[in-house]
């Protein structure tokens, strides 16, 4: 038993890694049966617009992005309208997001680093894609995962974390760590399909507002 009958968890942060994978081989028969999602939810058509899309959803919503993206891929087409277009210019189009002025910066030096050193294509390389400014790791990930099908790892966002913990799959608090944590327990073959299943999960049962243990069929499955 993992979780006590209020959904409380009873073994220690400390747990070590064979628990964790005992616990991650109960979870991962419900997520992958409940949850289909085996890809970004963000809206795209090419790897520039994926990497758009990615840049502007850090602290906002997949939906908030998918909102604004068809007017400013309609204002900006190319990857050269990116890079000749002004920062205010490109404000407009996505002020209701969050940090939009910062974000209005990234992807125009984006755009110019990929004219000037990628020959205006997106690197598949998750390390040559984080030269892209406002691209990290978890960007790089959910990048190459979705526009080349590359497994590369688990982008680890809000969602994610909120699962680790709940259910004590890392006691780590930065990102990345959490990650190579996941790493370890999931088969690579697994890595894409359980990252969207986690958020799909998220998205749903497993919200940080009014989560009620009884109705989520992960912590169920843990009390048996």
Known sequence: MFLNDKG?????????????????????????????????????????????????????TDDGVNRITPALFDRFPTLQDFADASVLEIEKYIKTLGYYRSKAKYLKRSAQILIDEFGGVVPDDEVEIQKLAGVGRKSAVAIISNAYNKNI????????????????????????????????????????????????????????????????????????
Do not use: C
């Open 8 to 60: 409380s968890e009873i073994f220690s942060m400390e747990t070590s890694l064979p628990k964790k994978k005992e616990v991650w081989d109960k979870i991962w028969p419900v997520l992958n049966r409940r949850y289909k999602r085996t890809a970004t939810f963000l809206d795209y058509r090419t790897p520039w617009e994926l990497t758009v899309a990615v840049i502007l959803s850090a602290q906002t």
């Open 153 to 224: 790892g688990i982008p680890v966002d809000t969602h994610v974390i909120r699962f680790v913990k709940r259910f004590k799959l890392s006691n780590k608090k930065d990102p990345s760590k959490i990650e190579r944590d996941l790493l370890a327990i999931i088969p690579k073959k697994n890595w894409k399909r359980a990252g969207y299943a986690i958020k799909e999960y998220g998205r749903k049962e497993g919200r940080a507002r009014g989560y009620k243990p009884e109705q989520d069929p992960i912590a169920q499955i843990l009390k048996k």
